[in-house]
């Protein structure tokens, strides 16, 4: 996140407020946090970039550490969002050195052996191994995962001497913020500043409290818990209120003073497209050729409409109007502007080609924790998130079905969670795993599956279009705070509106599966005897499921792509050319 073209007098004083509780914390050794808000187009993103900007013109020996989260939904899952975008941060190129962990781990074994380091920075045994895997340059795919939290298989945790550590007593969020406070250790003296940018995303609905009150639990634990920390939060004004009294008032405090954002006075504006005209090469080669100065070739008087009575106007309605401004001065048109329908077409699409789901299975489970309460809003279907998934292993509850996602790499923590939800012993759990990873009988996971099996659990295997496809969901819904149509704001109701008439079909089949099916059809049962006997009767096959005719038919009729539906007199189910009976089969 780079700031274009700055002009400092814009936000100065949000700006000297983010500043000082930096140096503050650098000064004194503890924690400070600041909340920013304004309207949306009103430069919190942009204040942001130029924050870290400014912090990184310092000298490396005294730079803080910057960490910038986009926050989402997805409540149970806050904490590991916030711990892989610090690992991410620690591993970007940093001066000389290949990232900034590297070189804070060269520093400290410049003297010191890394296990009296590890020692004195009161690490634990996994972070203290993989961090001297950096250092040694060993495993560094590996190491990168494991600090990001992902699930590793058993073999690669024993050459790297770990042991798998999902138990269940073990509760990942938990985990993830130990690492996150043995990471800030790693920076001291120098602060860690964490930018938790559009809090407004971590509300699924208007009702939705859950995500604000996880935010300020998770901004307490950091005040209280990690005193080189700087926190900074950003809203939109209209939600300030929603957001401190959706939480105890005792961690609202600790958020900080709230700060805002003004929009810009006519004076300000000038400055800004200044700068931007300045930024051009060719507009300023123009103007000492043409003895103009100014904005040229921006008609000034024409910019008075964006601005109110009070003269002020957001800085994005400005940017819009002068670009249309520059391309009527050079007998041009700004581009046919698409209407916002395509717009938000084109950003869905965009979003869609860039998703995490594409390499691997690794972001599948919080893609889905992020993704799944988003989709049944849209779809306004009842769906209660679990904020301490490992309890049950339950992470979501679907109109009283529980939800389990089991997207475990690692086939002994996989075992654990499937463990974990046969002991909850709710009958139709759902059971979600990414389609690219296997699904295997171990010997650990076979009495558990069994199990599942007879509480007639059944499995849902998303593919990475299905996961792409959703995480763009949710990156476009959360996101609308950051969308521009023609110089205005994109609300959040036109977003959802055009979502919920516009859903892509590999999430209309994903709802589908979540949503719609039988609370415990055995499907993958029906689908294990179709690869048997290829046609199957369709009352008979209902007797033997010991279901209705019905269900069996809906069923076919869902799974088309997998099942061809035969009508007549006598009903069949055949199975169709290339599909598996894991598919969709039940746990069994």
């Known amino acids: 996140m780079k700031a274009p073209a700055d002009v400092p007098e814009i936000n100065q004083k949000a700006f000297q407020n983010c500043i000082a509780a930096v140096e503050q914390t650098r000064r004194t050794g503890t924690s400070n946090a600041v909340i920013l808000h304004g309207e949306t187009g009103s430069g919190k993103t942009h204040l942001l970039s130029r924050l870290r900007e400014a912090l990184a013109a310092t000298q490396p020996d005294q730079e803080p550490v910057f960490v910038y989260v986009m926050l989402a939904a997805g409540a149970s899952r806050l904490r590991r969002l916030v711990r892989e975008r610090f690992v991410d941060s620690l591993l970007r190129p940093w001066h000389d050195h290949p990232s900034r962990l590297a070189g804070l781990l060269r520093e400290m074994v410049r003297e010191r052996h890394w296990q009296d380091v590890a020692a004195s920075l009161r690490l634990g045994y996994g972070t203290s191994a993989v961090l001297g895997h950096v250092i040694d340059g060993k495993f560094p795919t590996q190491a990168t995962a494991w600090l990001r939290g992902e699930s590793l298989p058993d073999s690669v945790l024993e050459s790297m001497g770990l042991t798998n550590v999902d138990g269940d007593d073990i509760d990942e969020e938990s985990r993830a913020f130990e690492t996150i406070r043995e990471l800030c250790r790693l920076a001291e003296p120098q602060p860690v500043v964490f930018c938790c940018d559009q809090a407004e995303a971590l509300r699924v609905g208007a009702d939705d409290k859950r995500g604000f009150f996880v935010y300020g639990q998770l901004g307490a634990a950091i005040r209280n818990m990690i005193p080189n920390a700087v926190l900074i939060s950003s809203i939109q004004t209209v939600l300030l209120g929603d957001f401190k009294y959706g939480m105890h008032e005792a961690d609202y405090q600790k958020l900080g003073t709230p700060v805002v954002l003004e929009s810009i006075t006519q004076k300000q504006g000038r400055l800004l497209l200044q700068k931007r005209l300045d930024a051009e090469p060719l507009v300023a080669e123009a103007q000492t050729a043409l003895h103009q100065s100014g904005l040229w070739p921006i008609d000034e008087q024409k910019l008075n409409s964006v601005y109110d009575q009070g003269g002020r106007t957001a800085a994005r309605r400005l940017l819009y109007r002068a670009a249309e401004l520059f391309e009527e001065a050079r007998d041009e048109v700004l581009g046919p502007q698409p209407p916002i329908e395509e717009y938000l077409e084109e950003k869905l699409s965009e979003f869609r080609r860039t998703s995490k789901a594409w390499p691997s299975a690794a972001q599948t489970d919080a893609i889905l924790e992020h993704g799944l309460p988003v989709l049944a809003s849209l779809l306004r279907k009842p769906l209660e998130t679990a904020l301490t998934p490992n309890q049950k292993g339950i992470n979501f509850t679907a109109g009283g079905v529980p939800i389990g996602l089991c997207s475990q790499a690692n086939q002994t923590a996989l075992a654990k969670r499937l463990g974990r939800l046969a002991s909850s012993d709710q009958n139709g759990i759902i059971l979600v795993r990414d389609v690219r990873l296997e699904l295997k009988r171990t010997a650990r996971a076979a009495a558990h599956m069994d199990s599942l099996a007879a509480l007639r659990a059944r499995w849902i295997r998303p593919t990475p279009e299905a996961l792409a496809a959703l995480e763009a969901l949710q990156q476009l819904h959360d996101g609308y705070g ?72 809906a069923y076919a009729q869902r799974r088309s792509d997998q099942v061809l539906f035969v009508t007549g007199p006598n009903p069949l189910l055949c199975l169709m050319v290339g599909a598996s009976p894991e598919d969709s089969s039940d746990a069994g």
């Not at 079909?505 to 994903?510: G, I, S």
């Not at 279901?547 to 038919?553: L, M, P, R, T």
């Open 482 to 553: 950051t969308l521009s149509h023609r110089g205005e704001s994109v609300t959040q109701a036109t977003v959802a509106d055009w979502l919920r008439n516009n859903l892509p079909e590999p999430l209309k089949r994903l709802a589908e599966e979540v949503f719609e099916v039988t609370p415990g059809f055995p499907a993958g049962r029906l689908m294990e005897k179709l690869s048997q006997e290829f046609v199957l009767d369709v009352k008979a096959a209902a007797e033997w499921l010991r279901v209705s005719a019905e269900e069996v038919i």
